[in-house]
């Protein structure tokens, strides 16, 4: 009996201690429960869980604390929260875009940051492509059309030019960006529409171009010049601000249609506001805007031609759990001493190795 029980206690003991050493991680959101639960096995978890994210004092006082944090892109991790965070190893962001992250100042602290690409990239080109066909179809102000009951009043079932859109086959495809999300939303638009599709990107990919039968332009104004649909899926950097601007949308066909599921930054929304009202383009699908969340009156909503959603590109149910995964298989890598499956710096590789040791 005495061997088994202080065998016992032993076990016990080791379990104590693994408890006490479990690295701590904030998570900012609710994320789904088994996701939690997993990630409790290795970590001391502490979720916030209000509708609204932590202000910023609250995500700084928490980093203080913490071996790692769990944030969205509301959260500000800038370099003043990263340096007072003595213990902060791994920043795993539940997103794409990591645009509210100081990568560099991250990367010379030895902090891993990661993200979720790949897993929402259909979620966003299905949502892409709602937008592009919401406003090529006038389908909200069909929809209001019907329910304001001004279908009725017309007194007439049809008539040749009521409602009339855009069709698509044929027409020239413009997407800036052909990344993961991008090369989606090409696939859809040249397969199964029938659409010419042209792109611009830092990067030529000549594979691409012909499985998909692509066309690359090497200046993003020839392709402004020639879409009928320019769809944005640039990251937002210090390069890609604004790179839609008064000039640019000047350059657009009258009858184009613009839609951004990138950032909200990359459009110069004044620019854009101008555009609409002065019939530069001739609509516009957003997703994501400059100063989320926008208010209900903000000059965007005056205009019939444009839809616009709030940041849903990736809000499906199986988008969100896959990027929740995603996320847990960062932060278990991260804890077993491994390298992180999406880090975003990889030079931090050369600063410090991976894991809590
Ligand atoms: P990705 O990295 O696979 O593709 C981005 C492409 O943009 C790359 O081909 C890159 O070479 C190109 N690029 C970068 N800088 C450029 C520049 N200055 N000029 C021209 N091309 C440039 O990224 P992805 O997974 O396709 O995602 C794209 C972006 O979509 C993300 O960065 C994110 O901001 C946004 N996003 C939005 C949502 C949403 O909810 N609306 C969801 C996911 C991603």
Not at 48 to 55: I, V
Not at 104 to 127: F, H, M, Q, R, W
Not at 141 to 157: A, K, Y
């Amino acid at each position: 009996m005495k061997p088994l029980e202080s065998n016992a206690y032993n076990v016990i003991k080791v379990k104590v201690v693994v408890e006490i050493l479990k690295p701590k991680v904030f998570v900012t959101r609710e994320l789904f429960d088994d996701i939690i639960a997993k990630m409790s096995e290795l970590y001391e978890v502490e979720v916030w869980d209000k509708y609204y994210h932590p202000p910023y004092d609250v995500l700084l006082s928490k980093a203080r604390e913490v071996d790692a944090l769990v944030t969205l892109l509301t959260d500000k991790v800038d370099c003043n929260l990263l340096q007072s965070a003595p213990k902060l190893r791994i920043v795993a962001q539940y997103a794409v875009g990591f645009d509210n992250v100081d990568l560099e100042c991250a990367t010379k602290l030895g902090i891993y940051v990661t993200n979720t690409p790949d897993v929402i990239s259909d979620t966003v080109a299905e949502l892409t492509w709602a937008l592009i066909l919401a406003v090529a179809k006038r389908i909200l102000e069909s929809d209001s059309f019907v329910r304001q009951g001004e279908w009725h009043r017309t007194g007439t079932p049809w008539h040749p030019k009521m409602m009339l859109g855009t069709e698509l086959k044929g027409k020239v495809l413009g997407i800036v960006g052909l990344g993961r999300i991008g090369t989606r939303v090409a696939k859809i638009g040249s397969l199964g529409f029938g659409m010419k599709v042209i792109y611009y990107d830092i990067v030529r990919y000549k594979e691409k171009e012909g499985i998909l039968g692509v066309e690359y332009k090497s200046s993003l104004e020839d392709l402004l010049k020639e879409s009928d649909i320019v769809s944005l899926h640039v990251p937002l950097t210090k390069d890609t601000y604004h790179m839609i601007n008064e000039e640019r949308l000047k350059l657009m066909k009258k009858t184009a249609i613009l839609v951004n599921t990138a950032r909200g930054a990359v459009v110069d929304t004044q620019a854009l506001v101008k555009a609409l009202k002065e019939g530069w383009i001739a609509g516009a699908g957003i997703d994501v805007f400059e100063g989320e969340p926008i208010p209900g009156d903000h000059p965007l909503t005056q205009f019939k031609n444009v839809v616009l959603v709030p940041h849903i590109g990736s809000a499906t149910l199986e988008g969100r759990y896959r990027m929740a995964q995603v996320v847990l298989e960062n932060l278990i890598a991260f804890y077993e001493g491994r390298k992180p499956p999406t880090l975003v710096n990889e030079s931090v590789l050369n600063v410090r190795p991976p894991g809590f040791k």
